[in-house]
């Protein structure tokens, strides 16, 4: 093929992938390049290794699908850093396969996953933010010295896992060799728990014990966790007395949340406790701009002003709302206009209020996989029972706010330990498995869209 072929061919492959993927098209897709094309695996070269787990885990099926339309043939599409040696052709042999594990293993055990959009400078400074983002960028710039530890807590959706990411990547960037831990809490009580079920604890502890910056967002999670609190007081104060930073979020102050015990608190609040408010109009018409920005949409000042009046209480409603807008601009020739607009956001807020029950769930599985209410809640562990029903768990842990105890309650009473290992074992399976993960987003398509009685 032609060089001039190839490129056209490459561009038409990431122009498909922001049509059939408008949640996740970006701007930045344009700056993707392309790396080799041979033995039916598409290399597609990114900027850098956070990129490259990043489209990884997010999308990967579409690119996959994108690839196989504008070629017609079985393509598949790996990531790669464009400058990496891993990706020349004379090393790619070592890889196994072509699904890309070994060089997302190597990642693994080095950087956090990081989500590319989520630094500081993407995030909009103003009176709400203002304290929090300032703590943020001191600690990056001295991680260990300044706040130690740093709290800052908020209602959902006013950009605290924004600003933790953004302390990561900075950090990263002015350091290549600070090892960081940054993981959701559930994910550090989960791991605790599979470390003992596994008797390799202190394979555990010296994972996070060992970090130069540790970060662990929405700990509010840690109630009633007794012994996971136990092991993160003994982390906390191993990762402190060695002056390592360490930075939480969660959704109220230390004190305020249930169940948390007297160490823990008086601990996190040694250092800065700082909250996010809600963010003013002004502030909002901006994030309403950056965000459009990023997706390389253009509006009017008069229609991002008009999508700040109505997104108020939590940003991320926005986000959906520009995807709508994105998919329609993209789909249509059409101009986005006011009425474009209210359409879209219409939607958005009815689809945020709309309360996913685990009946709505289960009914959509059930369908589905052709099997009763009452298998699912039996003691049945054929497959074609133990999977529905563990996606079930799954879809419930991600779509509703039921706590693992409740979930297992409607699944015939199995208890938390069993719903958690479920739900890691089909989060795990969506994303190794593209069928899984094209399964997962069908089902959840269906629950999100079923029309409300
Ligand atoms: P939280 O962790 O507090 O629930 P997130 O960090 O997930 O909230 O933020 C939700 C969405 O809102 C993200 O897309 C984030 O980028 C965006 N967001 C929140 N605050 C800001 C801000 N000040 N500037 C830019 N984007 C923001
Ligand atoms: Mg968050």
Redesign the pocket.
């Known amino acids: 093929m032609a060089v001039r072929e190839v490129d056209d061919i490459f561009a038409d492959i990431i122009d498909r992938t922001k049509t059939l993927d408008p949640a996740n098209a970006r701007k930045w897709f344009d700056k993707l390049t392309f790396l080799h094309m041979d033995g039916g695996s598409l290399g597609i070269g990114c900027p850098d290794e956070v990129t490259v787990q990043f489209l990884q885990d997010n999308c990967k099926s579409s690119f996959t699908r994108a690839a196989q339309q504008i070629t017609g043939h079985l393509v598949t599409v790996d990531f790669g850093v464009s400058t990496s040696r891993e990706f020349d052709s004379s090393s790619r042999r070592n890889r196994t396969g072509s699904d890309g594990t070994v060089l997302q293993e190597k990642y693994k055990s080095g950087s956090p996953k990081l989500h590319p959009?989520?630094t500081f400078d993407?995030?909009?400074?103003?009176p709400s933010?203002r304290l929090a983002h300032a703590s943020c960028v001191a600690v990056s710039q001295s991680p260990g010295n300044t706040y130690n530890p740093l709290f800052i807590y908020?209602n959902?959706?006013?950009?605290?896992?924004?600003?933790l990411h953004a302390v990561c990547f900075e950090t990263q960037r002015k350091s290549k060799s600070a090892v960081m831990q940054f993981l959701s809490c559930e994910d550090f009580v989960n791991r605790f728990i599979r470390a003992i079920e596994e008797g390799d604890l202190s394979g555990f502890q010296s994972q996070f014990r060992t970090v130069d910056m540790l970060v662990i967002d929405d700990v509010q999670f840690l109630r009633e966790r007794e012994h996971s609190q136990e092991e993160f007081f003994h982390t906390f104060n191993a990762l402190y007395n060695n002056g390592k930073q360490i930075i939480l979020?969660a959704d109220s102050p230390p004190g305020k949340i249930p169940s948390l015990e007297t160490r823990l608190i008086s601990r996190f609040n040694w250092g800065l406790v700082t909250r996010?408010d809600p963010?003013s109009y002004e502030?909002r018409v901006a994030?309403v701009q950056?965000?459009a920005h990023l997706r390389g949409l253009n509006i009017s000042d008069e229609i991002a002003e008009y999508i700040a009046r109505k997104v108020q209480a939590n940003?991320?409603e926005l986000?959906g709302a520009l995807t709508t807008i994105y998919a329609v601009a993209t789909t249509t020739e059409k101009v986005i206009d006011l009425e474009l607009v209210q359409i879209a956001l219409e939607g958005q807020i009815k689809a945020a209020a709309r309360h996913i029950s685990i009946t709505d769930i289960i009914e959509v599985v059930t369908g589905h996989f052709d099997v009763r209410l009452a298998d699912l809640q039996s003691k049945k562990r054929s497959q074609s029972i133990t999977e529905p029903r563990q996606i079930c768990m799954y879809l419930a842990r991600n779509l509703t706010k039921h706590s693992l105890e409740e979930i297992g309650g409607h699944l015939g009473g199995r208890d938390h330990t069993t719903v958690m290992h479920s739900c890691s074992k089909i989060g795990q399976a969506q994303k190794s498995d593209p069928q899984m993960h094209v399964l997962l987003e069908e089902l959840t398509k269906q629950i999100t869209q079923t029309p409300q009685a």
Request: aromatic share 8%.
């Open positions: 959009d989520y993407n995030f909009v400074v103003g933010n908020g959902s959706g006013l950009g605290k896992t924004h600003l979020s996010v963010p502030t994030i950056k965000k940003i991320r986000e």
